[in-house]
T-cell receptor, first 115, second 113 residues
Framework: SAVISQKPSRDICQRGTSLTIQCQVDSQVTMMFWYRQQPGQSLTLIATANQGSEATYESGFVIDKFPISRPNLTFSTLTVSNMSPEDSSIYLC????????????FGPGTRLTVT | GNSVTQMEGPVTLSEEAFLTINCTYTATGYPSLFWYVQYPGEGLQLLLKATKADDKGSNKGFEATYRKETTSFHLEKGSVQVSDSAVYFCALKVGGGADGLTFGKGTHLIIQP
């Protein structure tokens, strides 16, 4: 499986500010995804990060709030913009390896608290 | 749309007990099915998977069989250990690698010595 790292691992941010989360993979991967896990809840897919083109967002998530970049096959960023306390969650990067189209692996997550 | 329903917890068992965590699904296409586990303080790990009907996924003594007729993927283990205490998520994916996962709400399992 791929080794996935995320930065920062956690942060406490003020309402109205933005935070960019980085996801780095140790090998080239086919697909990268961003998920959110709200406190005590399950994981919800935010978007698919497409290399070289705009991300594909799930219902309820928009580019202005969660802009995503994916400049190459090993790196992606997710920005949480104009934050409110409701954005307090764990944000997880996930990848699908080349040749393993069914198996999806997750990074350690970024724990975000908005005050 | 796609959805996953799993039994809500917490589920509390004694060590060496038999475990079943129920999972049923609805899907717009032919899904692949997964169980993920989240140990305390750790990230999400893939536990096992099944990609077609009647497949049995297995890992670390856990098993789950893809039952298309009942749209189910129940997780079982014959003898649980304290170290199995974790949150277990059932998930599905339709369409292969290009699609994200749809997760159930998770089941918190507590094993008492």
């Amino acid at each position: 499986s791929a080794v996935i790292s995320q930065k920062p691992s956690r942060d406490i941010c003020q309402r109205g500010t933005s935070l960019t989360i980085q996801c780095q993979v140790d090998s080239q991967v086919t697909m990268m995804f961003w998920y959110r896990q709200q406190p005590g809840q399950s994981l919800t897919l935010i978007a698919t990060a497409n290399q070289g083109s705009e991300a594909t967002y799930e219902s309820g998530f928009v580019i202005d709030k969660f802009p995503i970049s994916r400049p190459n096959l090993t790196f992606s960023t997710l920005t949480v913009s104009n934050m409110s306390p409701e954005d307090s969650s764990i944000y997880l990067c996930s990848v699908v390896n080349r040749g393993q189209r069914y198996e999806q692996y997750f990074g350690p997550g970024t724990r975000l608290t908005v005050t | 749309g796609n959805s996953v329903t799993q039994m809500e917890g917490p589920v509390t068992l004694s060590e060496e007990a038999f475990l079943t965590i129920n999972c049923t699904y609805t899907a717009t296409g032919y899904p692949s099915l997964f169980w993920y586990v989240q140990y305390p303080g750790e990230g999400l790990q893939l536990l096992l998977k099944a990609t077609k009907a009647d497949d049995k996924g297995s890992n670390k003594g856990f098993e789950a069989t893809y039952r298309k007729e009942t749209t189910s993927f129940h997780l079982e283990k014959g003898s649980v250990q304290v170290s199995d205490s974790a949150v277990y998520f059932c998930a599905l994916k339709v369409g292969g690698g290009a699609d994200g996962l749809t997760f159930g709400k998770g089941t918190h399992l507590i094993i008492q010595p």
